[in-house]
């Protein structure tokens, strides 16, 4: 693969403003977060249902990395369509596919950056998966168990809670610096500072 193929990040959500504010976009608010680090703006792209911003991240010069962002604008447990289109599009392997999505199972605001493994039972991931396969980095961003009997897709349907709320932009924040050092610095170097 020649050494100016962009990496792909793909943050997961659901299209639309109802879902804008729930825990299951917190995906679309990291990949927002970036487009406005570039200075671009997202457009819809011809080759799948996503909203998409080509740009650069990193150190401006030699040492930055092109990246496509993307947000599918189909429903997450249909993600793997759109991210599929685009990665064929680009010409980018999934060595270069990068996933920041919602997780259940780590406290909120807590980070997550692996490489492969399985789908602990996400929609997104589930359908990202079965049409490419285990092996792509993965941006973990936790949002905690759902409290007392709430139902999980009820939970992460939700909006952040006022209390989440006041933390939310660093978080997210930090999520963008960690997306930014996986691709600049290392899967591990990344690790050693973000996976808290």
């Given at each position: ?40 703006r ?9 909203q998409v ?14 990246v496509?962002l993307?947000k599918?604008?189909s ?44 789908d602990?039972?996400h929609?997104?991931?589930k ?70």
């Amino acid at each position: 693969m020649p050494a100016t193929t962009p990496w792909l990040i793909a943050g997961l959500g659901n299209p639309g403003p109802d879902y804008s504010g729930n825990r299951h976009n917190v995906g679309f608010m990291v990949a927002d977060l970036l487009a406005g680090r570039t200075g671009g703006r997202f457009k819809s792209h011809k080759a799948g249902r996503a909203q998409v911003l080509e740009g650069r991240i990193g150190v401006p010069g030699t040492t930055s990395t092109r990246v496509v962002l993307a947000k599918p604008m189909s429903y997450m447990n249909v993600s793997g369509g759109p991210v599929k289109a685009l990665l064929d599009f680009y010409g980018i392997g999934t060595d270069r596919l990068l996933v920041v999505h919602d997780e259940l199972d780590i406290d909120y605001g807590t980070l997550r950056l692996k490489f492969g493994g399985g789908d602990n039972g996400h929609n997104g991931l589930k359908s990202l998966t079965k049409l490419l396969g285990r092996d792509y980095y993965r941006v973990r961003f936790g949002v905690g168990r759902p409290p007392g009997r709430m139902q999980v897709a009820d939970y992460v349907l939700k909006d952040f809670s006022s209390t989440e709320r006041k933390e939310l932009d660093y978080f997210v924040d930090r999520a963008a610096d960690a997306c930014e050092s996986l691709i600049t610095d290392g899967l591990e170097r990344a690790q050693s500072t973000y996976n808290t």
